[in-house]
């Protein structure tokens, strides 16, 4: 895959700097305070899209009617999200009531109601009030415009502290092509995938099936590689919408700028990814956990998720604790067989274990180092040449006070 120097990072960009897309936000009573809990992304035309889902058995309404929107004709021309109430576990009522916002998301945009999704975020097992939500509709189409971004970014926060996105842009056919994206994402986080919604928009010109095997392709190697403390939500989504305006030949893997597109892709989902992991509940760092030298994929991939979900490993970080025991322990219950004689550990440039042995390392530079906001873990496990990373966060007093607290 190309590096950075294929794509330009856009500082003041959104996902309404690709050509046709507008976006918006606004109050309508969900969330007690007066921040914006209902937002939309629209497309001037029925853009491609794709689209990937929790693995929780117990999915939200929105999510089964985005997904037999997508199914219909592979475009979306509008995203509804709402904040405040995840509209799952919420019975046939729930069902209705997600239909019911794709209904007038409909009317409201003048678009079929196969171009509309829907998603929502927020407290489990309470019903939406639907005069609120249906009276925010209403008023959308006055709050979506082309410098809509960061409303729609607030519109989609829950517990999040911070707005989460980023926009690249590349040349494809000698035109250029943006990648935008936007996410929430802070507490519920674990692969397959976390308690995360990500909206990506691009202009490329490129069909519903290559951009659904793309996303799945750069959401199992970001999305699906962090953590924040172990409990996958009911109402994950990750959903991309492709206007073409940009124009050229269709993009496919044989076209000669699909490399650079598929980098720049997979940028915006990693960017997003690290976003959330750094903005976990009551998070002080980011961490980001490397295992080199496996067997295979699926052992690195593994062990990554072990190590990065560990509470011992995250408390450690926390209290900036170079206690290398805690990850060898997550390093041999990840359920892959490892030498248990060749592991070597670094934090940092830091090197503690060597072929699975102590080495002698200055305890306060180490301390030092993992008091930092961001924290590398490198385990070598020497059996192959697989590679993986993943990130997550330290676990803070304050991750248990949010969660303690987090209906009232």
């Not at 962090?226 to 959903?239: A, K, L, Q």
């Amino acid at each position: 895959m190309l590096g950075k120097d294929s794509f330009v990072i856009l500082s003041e960009g959104s996902v309404t700097t690709p050509k046709g897309f507008r976006a918006g936000g606004l109050h309508c009573g969900l969330k007690k305070t007066e921040r914006h809990d209902l937002g939309a992304i629209v497309c001037e035309v029925p853009a491609q899209a794709a689209g990937v889902y929790t693995l929780n058995q117990f999915q939200a309404a929105p999510l089964r009617v985005t997904q037999e929107s997508i199914a219909q004709g592979g475009t979306l021309q509008v995203m509804l999200v709402n904040s405040g109430n995840a509209n799952a576990c919420t019975g046939q009522q729930g069902e209705d009531d997600a239909r019911a916002m794709r209904t007038a998301g409909a009317k409201a945009f003048g678009v079929a109601e196969h171009l509309v999704g829907v998603t929502s975020t927020g407290v489990i097992g309470e019903l939406l009030p639907m005069p609120k939500v249906l009276s925010g509709i209403e008023r959308l189409p006055g709050e979506v415009k082309a410098d809509g971004g960061d409303d729609f970014c607030q519109a989609i926060l829950t517990t999040d502290l911070v707005k989460k996105e980023i926009c690249v842009s590349l040349t494809v056919d000698g035109r250029t092509v943006h990648i935008a994206g936007a996410a929430k994402g802070s507490g519920m986080i674990h692969p397959n995938m976390a308690t995360m919604l990500g909206f990506m928009t691009t202009d490329a010109n490129i069909d519903s099936a290559h951009l659904q095997k793309l996303l799945n392709e750069v959401t199992d190697s970001t999305f699906n590689m962090i953590t924040v403390d172990g409990d996958t939500s009911t109402n994950d989504m990750v959903v991309v919408m492709a206007s073409g305006l940009a124009g050229g030949e269709s993009l496919t893997p044989e076209h000669k700028d699909w490399p650079a597109f598929a980098a720049a892709f997979h940028y915006v989902g990693e960017y997003l990814a690290k976003a959330i992991a750094r903005d976990g509940e009551g998070a002080t760092k980011l961490i980001e956990v490397t295992v080199s030298g496996a067997a295979s994929r699926e052992a690195a991939r593994a062990i990554v998720k072990t190590v990065i979900g560990s509470s011992l490993v995250k408390s450690a970080c926390f209290g900036a604790d170079a206690n290398w025991g805690r990850i060898i322990a997550a390093v041999g219950r990840a359920g892959h067989p490892v030498q248990t004689e060749t592991v070597d550990i670094r934090l940092g440039d830091i090197v503690v274990l060597t072929q699975s042995r102590p080495v002698k390392f200055d305890e306060e530079r180490a301390a030092e180092y993992l008091k930092g906001e961001f924290v590398q873990i490198h385990v070598n496990l020497n059996m192959g040449n697989h590679t993986a990373t993943g990130w997550g966060c330290d676990l803070t007093y304050d991750y248990v006070r949010i969660n303690a607290a987090y209906r009232t």
